[in-house]
């Protein structure tokens, strides 16, 4: 009976001792996480004392244009509602997945047919879309606490003028084809100042849109050097206008919100729940992983997306304390891949047009890029994939302009469109003529 009593006593104190140490976490972390609280009060403070949006609301305010500005957002809203379908989807470039024909080969009659019907059934649509890119400033119009409603008619409208572009370069019509051009590169740009980061993404498939149709256009279409000048020229602000810096500071007003204030995200189906405790810590978090990601942009262009892996292995060792950022903070590292796909598209695209620019004063391609310095490039254009001379390849039938790509090897210029799916390629602008 002894023995009895001494082995429930140990065991009550046994349990008292658990009891107590975890007793003491608990008290700990509660202290931790009313530090944490107070400290994010703080650093939130700091940001709204240098001007920057710390919610929603205050982001709403600060990108809202002055009273009595024109805004573009009007105009291509009114083109979303007079767009239509394409008839054919099937046969008709960038709304199917369907292959175009080899570069400088016309289009076969019922791709040609399909889009003439498109861009015929698009004509308000269109002059619209032209109407809006005359317009400087853009603002939409919407509830933030909602994905934004315009996403697809963007899309849909920078499909239809990617298809106007391949069209009016198939006709020869140079000058229709550079107003097109301009009209999707100012759509894509409309997306500027929207928060969350698919903003930014459909921003950079837009602008890809739009280079991949003048690609196709330099096989079959005689430009004249002011009309190669001048997409060079639009090109190069769309180029500056990339704020990848930015669209981190939008969508940290967005993980903000998601962990402040919930409710202000209702309608976008899935709004974090308010977890006690590991919320405030994982505000904390937040605001680390978002100073950490809007740092990162300042490195240059080839560190960027090796510095986000970074941070994405860094968020993974966290302990499981700092579940909420874990589960909640946005993977950045793609991302910030195809920001610098983007850019370097347009590299390779700028470098296309001195060459042809190059070919319609001379006659000839030049034999290397060194030839087109000073007078249509101020020099040989760096690969941001690897900090090295852009590659150029001369061809039987024309030329390639290329980057390494992500995985930093060099292909020979092969492109994806040449190569089984899966294999390794190279980023490419190709011109056969």
């Known amino acids: 009976m002894d023995g009895d009593r001494k082995r429930e006593r140990e065991g009550v104190r046994a349990w008292h001792i658990v009891l107590g140490i975890v007793g003491t976490l608990v008290v700990l972390i509660i202290l931790f996480a009313i530090v944490q609280r107070s400290s994010v009060e703080r650093r939130l403070a700091a940001l709204r004392a240098q001007g920057q949006p710390t919610s929603l609301a205050e982001l709403a305010e600060k990108l ?22 394409a008839p054919d989807a099937a046969n008709t470039p960038y709304v199917s997945q369907g292959a175009l024909p080899p570069r400088g080969v016309p289009l076969p009659e019922a791709m040609a047919l399909a889009t003439e019907q498109f861009l015929a059934d698009n004509q308000e649509c269109l002059e619209l879309l032209t109407e809006a890119a005359a317009i400087e400033h853009c603002r939409y119009d919407w509830d933030y606490g909602q994905i934004m409603p315009y996403y697809e008619s963007i899309r849909h409208c920078s499909k239809l003028l990617a298809s106007a572009v391949l069209w009016h370069g198939y006709e020869q019509d140079g000058a229709a084809v550079v107003a097109h051009f301009q009209d999707g590169l100012r759509l894509a740009e409309s997306l500027r100042d929207e928060p969350f980061l698919v903003s930014y993404l459909v921003r950079v498939a837009c602008t890809a849109l739009s280079l991949r149709a003048l690609e196709r256009t330099l096989s079959v279409t005689s430009f004249t050097d002011e009309q190669l000048a001048e997409m060079d020229r639009l090109m190069a602000e769309a180029g500056a206008r990339l704020d990848f810096t930015q669209a981190m500071i939008n969508e940290r007003c967005f993980m903000i919100a998601h962990l402040q204030d919930p409710s202000s995200l209702r309608k976008l189906g899935n709004p974090a729940p308010r977890i ?146 899966g294999d390794p390629y190279d980023w490419s602008f190709i011109v056969v003529k």
């Open 276 to 421: 006690p405790v590991l919320g405030g810590i994982g505000l904390a978090d937040i605001l680390d992983y978002m100073d950490d990601t809007i740092e990162a942009p300042e490195l240059p262009p080839a560190q960027r997306p090796a510095r986000f892996r970074e941070i994405e292995e860094e968020l993974e060792d966290l302990s499981f304390l700092h579940v909420v950022v874990k589960v909640l903070a946005p993977a950045l590292g793609r991302v910030a891949d195809l920001d610098l796909r983007c850019r370097v598209d347009l590299e390779l695209a700028r470098t296309t047009l001195a060459i042809e620019r190059y070919r319609l004063a001379t006659g000839a391609v030049p034999d290397d890029l060194e030839a087109l310095v000073p007078d249509y490039l101020d020099q040989v254009p760096i690969d941001l994939q690897d900090g090295r001379p852009v590659r150029y390849q001369r061809t039987e039938s024309g030329y390639r302009v290329y980057s390494v790509f992500e995985d930093g090897q060099d292909h020979g210029g092969v492109s994806r469109e040449e190569v089984n799916r």
């Open 64 to 85: 809202r244009l002055p009273d009595g500005v024109e805004n573009a957002a009007d105009t291509y809203v009114h083109a979303f509602n007079v767009s239509f379908d």
